[in-house]
Nanobody, 128 residues
């Protein structure tokens, strides 16, 4: 089992940048595929970005491609989401999630139901 804690959320102006983090404890972080999801008020949770347990493969939602970068530091048991050129529509609660590492040929899942462990979320608000 792994425990996840997000941090780094806050209020930022449109066009600005923010980096959020997900710190993991418990079982070996390096064996988990990781993902970032977000949920805005009145909307369903959506996939933002994911990274394989090896760190070699990443996947992004079309809405954030080219603006957000996901990364991980297995030595620090931490995953990051660097968010640039933020837009008001990026406002949401951002949550990190983990699932047991899958073979590379299976890719990175964008389905929240396939993730077993979740953090409590961190609020990101982008002001226009």
């Amino acid at each position: 089992q792994v425990q996840l804690v997000e941090s780094g959320g806050g209020l930022v102006q449109a066009g600005g940048s923010l980096r959020i983090s997900c710190a993991a404890s418990g079982r070996a972080f390096s064996t988990y595929d990781m993902g970032w999801f977000r949920q805005a008020p009145g909307k369903e949770r959506e996939f933002v970005a994911g990274i394989k347990w090896t760190g070699e493969n990443t996947r992004y939602a079309d809405s954030v491609k080219g603006r957000f970068t996901i990364s991980r530091d297995n030595a620090k048991n931490t995953m990051y989401l660097q968010m640039n050129s933020l837009k008001p529509e990026d406002t949401a609660v951002y949550s990190c999630a983990a699932r047991m590492g899958q073979p590379s040929y299976l890719g990175i899942s964008g389905d929240s139901a396939r993730y077993d462990y979740w953090g409590q979320g961190t609020q990101v608000t982008v002001a226009s």
